[in-house]
């Protein structure tokens, strides 16, 4: 019976400890992401690159990470130009250019993370999700002299969810990388991106 009590006792402290908040940090981050758009236009989207800001919430064990992102995803003219000459008869590269057609993702997530407590690096898993809104503007194409506008689709605010790993670097601030893949459920087809994020928590 005292083993069962001691036990109890013990949990108890553990769970007091865990649970009990060290401190609440803001920080800012850089991201470049890539995007998995649908086809064929997967090829002309490349990198994207944007930037956030977060909260981190600190407890013993483990903490939370509140963020806000925004990445901005711009057309690749070249590789365009290679995927219209697909669908062209007789295409000339030469003829072709495009203005717009950039895709935007504005996200926020709240995300656990579980690391090991070492004094200068610190690696961690996270995993969490939030919302995201989806949006791209219009894209103007002109071949030779003829001008085609395609509307913009509507965007969308869609729930998501992330998992990854990073590393904290621990010296005067707390410095991290970390990679997420995330996965937004739009209509039809789930869209998905992997930001990598360089960060600085204060």
Same mark, same amino acid.
């Given at each position: 019976?005292?083993?069962? *009590? ?6 108890? +402290? ?6 009990? +908040? ?9 991201? =470049? +992401?890539?995007?998995? #758009? +649908?086809?064929?236009?997967?090829? !002309? ?25 925004? %990445?901005? *995803?711009?057309? /690749? ?5 290679? %995927? ?8 000339? !590269? ?6 717009? @057609? ?6 926020? #997530? ?14 961690? =898993?996270?995993?969490?999700? @939030?919302? !995201?809104?989806?949006?791209?503007? /219009? ?7 003829? =001008? ?19 590393? /904290?670097?621990?010296? %005067? ?25 360089? @960060?600085?928590?204060?």
């Amino acid at each position: 019976m005292k083993n069962i *009590f001691a036990l109890v006792a013990l949990g108890i +402290a553990l769970s007091s400890t865990a649970f009990s +908040a060290g401190s609440i940090k803001f920080g800012l981050q850089a991201n =470049v +992401a890539s995007l998995n #758009a +649908a086809e064929p236009l997967n090829e !002309a989207y490349g990198f994207g690159y944007g930037g956030g800001a977060h909260f981190d919430i600190t407890f013993v064990l483990f903490s939370f990470r509140l963020t806000g992102d925004y %990445i901005s *995803f711009s057309p /690749d003219e070249q590789k365009y130009k290679t %995927i219209v000459g697909r669908l062209i008869p007789g295409f000339s !590269a030469s003829g072709l250019s495009l203005e717009g @057609g950039r895709i935007s993702v504005l996200s926020f #997530a709240a995300n656990v993370k579980l690391g090991l407590p070492l004094p200068f690096v610190s690696p961690y =898993v996270t995993a969490g999700g @939030g919302i !995201a809104n989806l949006s791209a503007s /219009d894209l103007t194409v002109k071949y030779q002299g003829v =001008v085609f506008a395609a509307p913009a689709p509507k965007s969308e605010t869609k729930s998501s969810v992330n998992v990854g790993i990073g590393v /904290d670097l621990n010296v %005067i601030v707390t410095l991290y990388i970390e990679a997420k893949y995330t996965v937004i459920f739009t209509e039809g087809e789930s869209s998905s991106y992997v930001p990598v994020t360089i @960060g600085i928590t204060f």
